[in-house]
């Protein structure tokens, strides 16, 4: 499952309107068929990339239901728990995608959905942990 790149920039409202009617659209799939994966991937990337955090969280959970051992499924979840302010919930998903083999560490570094995440105080055990699974490798 790919990782959500959704650093915010300024939507130009024709660029809005065509995300709103993809996202009319997929919800639309998805009320069909709530187990269709790769739908919901894209409807919870269109929702993070419109603003409607709330509404990606809960597609990320609908996720994390359907493939509780998929690494960039905990992932993306961390990101939606850091964007809507639910930081200790965002830990636990990050630990949680770690623990599965998660390992694009510059990214996770560097990804703008876990700005406020990465000034939490329990972060460190996530840097901690990183800086443990790279010497792993190396």
């Known amino acids: 499952m790919p990782l959500k790149n959704c650093a915010r920039k300024k939507l130009s409202r024709e660029e809005a309107k065509d995300l709103d009617v993809k996202i009319g659209f997929m ?10 994966v790769e739908a ?22 609908q ?8 690494p960039s499924v905990q992932y993306n979840l961390a990101c939606s728990y850091s964007l809507t302010g639910n930081f200790n919930q ?14 694009d560490f510059k990214w996770l570094a560097r990804d703008p959905d876990l700005t406020g ?12 942990k990183v800086r443990k699974m790279k010497a792993r490798k190396a």
Do not use: C, M, W
Request: glycine content about 8%.
């Open 90 to 103: 965002a830990i636990a998903a990050l630990e949680q995608a770690l623990n599965l083999g998660f390992d």
């Open 27 to 36: 919800e639309g799939v998805v009320r069909r068929d709530p187990a269709f």
């Open 63 to 70: 996720l994390s239901q359907l493939r509780p051992d998929d």
């Open 117 to 128: 995440l990465r000034q939490h105080p329990l972060y460190k055990n996530i840097r901690a």
């Open 40 to 61: 919901l991937q894209i409807l919870g990337d269109d929702y993070t990339r419109r603003g409607k955090f709330v509404a990606g969280l809960k597609v990320d959970e």
